[in-house]
Every structure is written in C-alpha cells, then in structure tokens.
C-alpha cells in the first residue's frame, strides 16, 4: 500500500490551499483516510478524517476553515483548506486506515503560511 500526498507549498495567511492523497495497491479495505501535521517542537496532530460512510471529524483548530472529502477515485481524499493561518504551518501526512485498523502513512507535504 502506498499513499501520494501533494498540494502544499506556500501562501500568504488568509489564503487557500488544496492537498490530495491517493492509495494504491491491493489487498486492503479502507475504512478510514484523512491527515495528520506535525509542526516543528510539537506533536503530530490529527487535523480532519472521512469514514467510508462519509462522516468527518475536524479539529477544534481547523473547524470551519478546512473541508475534507473524497475523490471519484477510489481510496482518494482532499483536504480543502481556507483561510490559511500562520499556525497551519507544518508537514501534512496523509493517512489510511483499513478495516483491521492498521494505519498506513504517505511522505508529508509542507504547508507554509506567511503573516
């Protein structure tokens, strides 16, 4: 299983940006896709995920502002992401869950927001 992450780069706070994740492979069912970040000195973080059924979680931090969603493709997810903030800055990781909860994890994306 493989999972390619692209969309960040950098942009001015107030500003938007788009990331996508696509798996590949076979073999595997997933239940669960979404994103992590990890900023420098901090933790990773759980930022948004979409179940198979399409229910989202966000994080308190990014509510409202970004919008996750699936892809026609299959196994492929969106991270829609307004309003950018200078706190958004860190390296996004795409993640995938399949139905025996083992997690699978793309390289990262940096997202860098100037104030």
């Known amino acids: 299983v493989q999972l390619q992450a692209s969309g960040g780069g950098l942009v001015q706070a107030g500003g938007s940006l788009r990331l996508s994740c696509a798996a590949s492979?076979?073999?595997?069912?997933?239940?669960?896709m979404g994103w992590y970040r990890q900023a420098p000195g901090d933790q990773r973080e759980l930022v948004a995920s979409?179940?198979?059924?399409?229910?989202?979680d966000y994080a308190e931090s990014v509510a409202g502002r970004f919008t996750i969603s699936k892809g026609s493709g299959v196994n492929t997810v969106y991270l829609q992401m307004y309003n950018l903030k200078p706190e958004d800055t860190a390296v996004y990781y795409c993640?995938?869950?399949?139905?025996?909860?083992?997690?699978?994890w793309g390289q990262g994306t940096l997202v860098t927001v100037s104030s």
């Open positions: 979409i179940l198979g059924g399409g229910r989202t």
């Open positions: 492979g076979s073999g595997f069912n997933i239940v669960r």
């Open positions: 993640f995938a869950r399949n139905i025996k909860l083992r997690d699978y």
